[in-house]
């Protein structure tokens, strides 16, 4: 079966346009599950209720669509590492019953399209952008000033690029930190607390391990996950809120 993925969006042409290109069997429109903006979304209801109808309506155009799921894939389209991960697992899924997926990231935000891209990256699936004619010079409604794409002209297919983000992120490090209350005064300590086994063995083995951890340090350090100072002979670690929020990626 052919799967394809797209955002929630007030460009009907787009998301067409990508269920065409994708010949999909099984539309999934990705919505927002954070409404604060009620009026606004309702007109994103419109929009969806438009794109349905004319899947459902025009049956000679769309005969290779069998199923549309509209309600029940939700993500916080402001939130990436929620995004991402709800956005992995169902692709996962989906591959796993030998399903073709392919994703569409030209309508929904910013944060929503990233996760996409780096979802469509990381299990080598096709990932379209469709190129709008032209731009309206007016807002989609007095609560947002961002402009509605008319039209198509032609569209892009990504490049497939092998991405294995995280792959080298010591997450064992970082809910060691966190577990210690997010700050711990030397790296003995940490290690310990990522192997307890470290308090039965000779000095030789402890140092062996922290100079591994103070290497994974610095890697985290130069991503932002931590910040490590000296305080006197021992290094201070502490787990930063970008840290925190990385972890929700695994936990």
């Not at 993925?5 to 065409?20: C, K, N």
Request: glycine share 4%; charged share 30%; aromatic share 8%.
């Amino acid at each position: 079966m052919k799967v394809h993925f797209v955002p929630q969006g007030y460009e009907v042409h787009r998301i067409l346009a990508g269920i065409i290109l994708s010949q999909a069997e099984k539309v999934i429109i990705i919505r927002n599950k954070e409404k604060k903006l009620q009026a606004l979304e309702s007109y994103v209801q419109e929009k969806i209720d438009d794109v349905v109808k004319e899947l459902k309506s025009k049956k000679a155009t769309y005969f290779f669509v069998k199923q549309i799921e509209d309600k029940n894939y939700a993500v916080n389209f402001f939130d990436f590492i929620d995004a991402l991960k709800n956005v992995e697992n169902w692709i996962s899924q989906e591959l796993s019953k030998d399903n073709e997926v392919t994703v569409n990231i030209s309508t929904g935000n910013s944060i929503i399209n990233c996760a996409l891209f780096c979802a469509a990256m990381k299990y080598n699936v096709p990932a379209y952008y469709i190129v709008p004619e032209y731009y309206e010079e007016t807002p989609v409604s007095k609560l947002s000033e961002e402009l509605l794409a008319k039209g198509i002209t032609h569209y892009i297919v990504l490049p497939k690029i092998s991405l294995n983000y995280l792959a080298d992120v010591p997450f064992d490090l970082l809910k060691a930190l966190k577990r210690l209350g997010g700050k711990v005064d030397s790296i003995t300590k940490l290690a310990i607390e990522v192997e307890p086994e470290l308090k039965n063995l000779g000095e030789d083995k402890r140092r062996s391990r922290r100079m591994k951890i103070s290497r994974q340090l610095e890697h985290l350090r130069n991503l932002g996950y931590v910040e490590i100072s000296l305080k006197g002979k021992e290094k201070e670690i502490k787990l930063t809120n970008m840290g925190e929020i990385v972890l929700r990626y695994v936990e």
